[in-house]
């Protein structure tokens, strides 16, 4: 099966870093662009970041200056600094790719990863 599976969530106070990675396994033909959301309780999922190559990157303006995401191959990082409060949520992976030369583009998820920045 496809699977996008997320770690380096944790908890850490205001100020602190974190950095997420998010590995695609399975059979892919072919991975587009990777990115990240988030969600925190309450709300709707946000876009955090994308990555199409490795210079053609996306930010939302919440997290300019303060995040950097970066991708080797199938596998997409997210380095998280001077993090927030406010920057609570659950971090999820997404990936554009086709499964066989074939196949349309579509979505893939990954499960998830909490985030918890607080004193």
């Known amino acids: 099966q496809v699977q996008l599976v997320e770690s380096g969530g944790g908890s850490v106070q205001p100020g602190g870093s974190l950095r997420l990675s998010c590995t695609a396994s399975g059979l892919f033909f072919s991975i587009n662009g990777m990115g990240w959301y988030r969600q925190a309780p309450g709300k709707q999922r946000e876009f955090v970041a994308s990555i199409f190559s490795g210079t053609t990157a996306d930010y939302a303006d919440s997290v300019k200056g303060r995040f950097t995401i970066s991708r080797d191959k199938n596998t997409v990082s997210l380095q998280m600094n001077s993090l927030k409060p406010e920057d609570t949520a659950v971090y999820s992976c997404?990936?554009?790719?086709?499964?066989?030369?074939?196949?349309?583009?579509?979505?893939?998820w990954g499960q998830g990863t909490q985030v918890t920045v607080s004193s």
């Open positions: 997404q990936a554009d790719g086709k499964r066989t030369i074939v196949s349309e583009i579509r979505s893939y």
